[in-house]
């Protein structure tokens, strides 16, 4: 499927890094950031133009040569790793931020990787994330038809419960996001923090 959706020469999500992130990126410490699901690498080049060093994984070939390129555009270097959220090893205490934009998976496997988030980040290390609601079901602006695959405040609390949570907010706003993410949108925003 996204190998499908990204196989296009446009790209589907835009090319300028999520509001969220971009608003937050001071909350990272500076050094490696994992970028899951990262798509065709908006996000991705943008923490790389703020001085980090940043990996982006994601299941799709075709969206990662798009963020190779983008990169290149950008002139900044990404490490990129095709491979499957499901079975992905993290490593321990390897990163200094995790970040998770608009990453739908279902329960069980989102379940495992966070367990792997909070192993995976260093003492001190940040996870930002942005996901839609199942409210985002009555909106129709992106996020697919799944309310499963959709997170909240609670199963944020209850699936990261060894963070700390420096920001957790459920909100509406305008997200305006490439073709497929456009328009009023029923999110969860999280920032938190792997204490010492």
């Not at 908006?42 to 969206?63: C, E, H, P, W």
């Not at 966070?114 to 839609?132: D, H, S, W």
């Amino acid at each position: 499927m996204w190998d499908e959706r990204y196989d296009t020469d446009d790209y589907v999500y835009g090319i300028n890094p999520n509001d969220f992130l971009r608003e937050n990126v001071h909350t990272i410490p500076k050094g490696r950031v994992l970028s899951l699901a990262e798509g065709e690498g908006r996000n991705a080049v943008f923490l790389a133009r703020q001085g980090y060093s940043v990996t982006a994984i994601d299941s799709s070939k075709v969206g990662l040569e798009k963020a190779k390129r983008l990169a290149e555009e950008n002139q900044v270097n990404i490490e990129c790793i095709h491979a499957d959220l499901g079975d992905f090893d993290l490593g321990e205490s390897q990163w200094d931020g995790i970040v998770s934009i608009f990453c739908p998976l279902p329960p069980a496997i989102r379940k495992r990787l966070y367990q792997n988030v909070m192993r995976g980040l260093k003492p001190n290390g940040v996870f930002l994330l942005e996901a839609y609601t199942p409210e985002q079901l009555q909106y129709g602006t992106g996020g697919g038809s799944s309310a499963e695959l959709m997170q909240s405040r609670e199963t944020l609390m209850k699936e990261l419960a060894d963070l700390t949570f420096l920001h957790l907010l459920e909100m509406e706003r305008d997200v305006t996001e490439g073709i497929y993410h456009t328009g009023l949108a029923a999110v969860v925003q999280a920032i938190a923090v792997k204490k010492i």
